[in-house]
Structures are given as C-alpha cells and as structure tokens.
C-alpha cells in the first residue's frame, strides 16, 4: 500500500507572521484564510482577511494582526485566484487606468497579483502583493469580480468568488 504525503497544516505562532504568509486563523468553528502584510493601520500590522459571509461570497477585510485568535496554522495548499466573472463564462475586460475597489484583484506594475484594500484607521487605499505581503504603487489592471480556490496535487476547491455589493444591487433591480 503506498502512502502519500503532500504536507499538512503546521502550528504558527504570532511572531512568525512575516509579510508573504498564507496562514489560517479560526473565527468560533469557521477558518479565515489569511495573509500577514507589512502594512500598518494605527500602529498595528495588519493581515488581509478572505471571509465567506455568505454562500460562495468572499468578502475581503483588512484586519490587525493583534485580533486575531490563536492558533494559527500554514496554508499547505496553493492559492488560486481567477480573474472575471464568478459565474458563466470569464469576462475579457479592456485594460483602462481606474481606481480600484476594496477587495478588487489587481495586476501590480511588478507583474505580482495583489488586492486593493482600504485601512480602517487612516482609510487609505492601498496595494497589497499577494506574493509578498509588501505594498504597492502602481497596478495595470482591475479585476472587479474573481474567484478563490485551493489547489492541492491535481484537486483544486473553488472556496467562493468575490463581487462588489454595487454589482449584487444592480443584478437585484433587474
């Protein structure tokens, strides 16, 4: 009988959340997909937060790295976000020069995937790499809508897919 072995969670504590890390924190029963960031709010260091609010819907939340509730563990799978439209067919989109939505998924000038987030203190706009954790300046294009899945060997597990609030209004009135 063989026995496979593709790696599995690792216990983290909060001093090895460096920018760049996928981690996986726990809200009561449910996990929050997370990645640390160098981007500080109000003297606190904050973590990019993927939530499921509701069926499928991510919601993307900037949250101080201090709130959240130990322990953590690594992410052992690989991060997978598409770009258009969540349902039905992808969406080709002209590149323009906009400014980005929180929670948008964004071509960085680096060529880093990153996502657009707003701080809560200062209610910034920022660039965050999803690579790196780092900020960043300038992107080339905005991905209003996308979706998130994990990938692990050749599985991949779509977890939702992200649409801005505005969208789901304007869908309604119709």
């Known amino acids: ?7 599995f969670p690792r216990t983290l504590q909060r001093s090895a959340l460096r920018p760049g890390r996928w981690f996986v924190a726990a809200e009561g029963p449910r996990p929050l997909l997370c990645l640390a960031t160098d981007v500080v709010d109000g003297g606190e260091p ?34 997978v976000f598409s770009p258009g439209q ?11 020069r906009r400014a980005f939505r929180p929670g948008a998924l964004l071509r960085l000038s680096s060529g ?10 200062s209610e910034a706009m920022v660039a965050v790499s999803l690579t790196s954790g780092m900020a960043s300046e300038g992107f080339d294009l905005v991905f209003d809508r ?16 992200h649409k801005p609030r505005h969208l789901y209004a304007e869908r309604r009135r119709y």
Do not use: Y
């Open 112 to 121: 880093d995937l990153g996502i657009g987030l707003v701080t809560k203190v």
């Open 86 to 96: 969540s349902e039905g067919l992808p969406m080709l989109v002209a590149p323009q």
């Open 146 to 161: 996308w979706s998130l899945s994990l990938r692990r060997g050749g599985n991949q597990t779509r977890i939702g897919h």
């Open 46 to 79: 904050l973590a990019v937060v993927f939530t499921l609010p509701d069926v499928e819907q991510i919601e993307v939340v900037p949250v101080p790295v201090a709130v959240l509730v130990e322990p953590f563990a690594t992410v052992e799978d690989d991060v």
């Open 1 to 7: 009988m063989a026995v496979m072995f593709e790696g």
